[in-house]
């Protein structure tokens, strides 16, 4: 089938949206709307504008926190495969943060930097940044010697085995810890609206359930959820334009 892995994802949003439908229906809880009644929320929002508002606030700290991430995680785990001395100072640093709860150190950031911007960028950095860090490490590291020995083989320059070999055998393993950093991300930046000042989305998921408008709630949760397959997507398109030659499928395909 041509159009398996498309068929395959509009079946399962099918079942799953049918199961929300059916549970709102039982109920499962008083606080548990219907798939229907929160996709009404959710164009209602989206018409009177409110939607919109709140993501031109959400998607400040989104954007910069997971562009600094992306950035300088790819960078620092490309070295740390590279160097075992550099690994041995920074690796370790990233493991804490990636194990360390992130809302006992939310507070320690809104002291630092106050309730603006810059806390908001840093909470999405310390989500994204250790799992893009640690995934490019490790797929660096486990680059097969054959391809580096067959590069030196034909004189090949470090910069150019790094180019040219490294990072394209390593690129599935670094895709996925972008996306990966990226759906983090995503949890973070509505984590510090949720934490340090309601603003944006997070802004109308609290109040929402404060005034038990729960269509709206999960309308905007939904929102959020969309918004990040809709990047992942792009960022697998990229993927393969960037690597259309080393593209090894994924579980959906």
């Given at each position: 089938?041509p159009n ?8 399962s ?32 929002l989206?018409?009177?504008?409110t ?28 070295w740390?495969g ?7 100072l920074?690796?370790?640093?990233f493991?804490?943060m ?7 150190l ?26 893009i860090?640690?995934n ?10 054959s ?21 394209p ?10 996306r990966?950093g990226?759906s983090a991300?995503?949890?973070g930046?509505?984590?510090?609206e ?16 404060s005034?038990?408008d729960?269509p709206s709630?999960?309308a905007?949760i ?8 809709v990047?992942l997507?792009?960022?697998e398109r ?8 080393n593209n ?6």
């Amino acid at each position: 089938m041509p159009n398996r892995p498309l068929f395959l994802k509009l079946l399962s949003a099918v079942i799953v949206f049918g199961a929300w439908e059916i549970a709102g229906r039982i109920p499962v809880s008083y606080a548990f709307p219907t798939f229907i009644e929160s996709m009404q929320a959710l164009f209602r929002l989206a018409l009177e504008g409110t939607l919109f508002t709140a993501y031109a606030e959400t998607l400040k700290p989104l954007v910069l926190g997971v562009a600094i991430s992306a950035a300088f995680g790819i960078t620092l785990g490309l070295w740390i495969g590279l160097s075992a001395r550099f690994e041995w100072l920074f690796a370790p640093v990233f493991i804490v943060m990636q194990a360390a709860p992130l809302a006992a150190l939310i507070p320690l950031l809104v002291m630092a930097y106050g309730i603006g911007l810059t806390s908001k960028v840093f909470v999405v950095c310390i989500m994204a940044m250790p799992v893009i860090v640690l995934n490019t490490a490790g797929a660096v590291r486990n680059t097969p010697v054959s391809l580096k020995e067959m590069g030196r083989s034909f004189l090949a320059s470090d910069r150019e085995i790094i180019l040219k070999i490294i990072i394209p055998a390593a690129s599935p393993v670094i895709f996925s810890g972008l996306r990966l950093g990226i759906s983090a991300g995503f949890i973070g930046a509505i984590l510090a609206e949720l934490k340090i000042t309601p603003t944006g989305v997070g802004d109308i998921i609290s109040y929402s359930r404060s005034v038990a408008d729960y269509p709206s709630m999960y309308a905007a949760i939904f929102s959020i959820i969309l918004l990040a397959v809709v990047f992942l997507n792009l960022l697998e398109r990229l993927e393969n334009a960037l690597f259309e030659g080393n593209n090894r499928g994924y579980v959906s395909d």
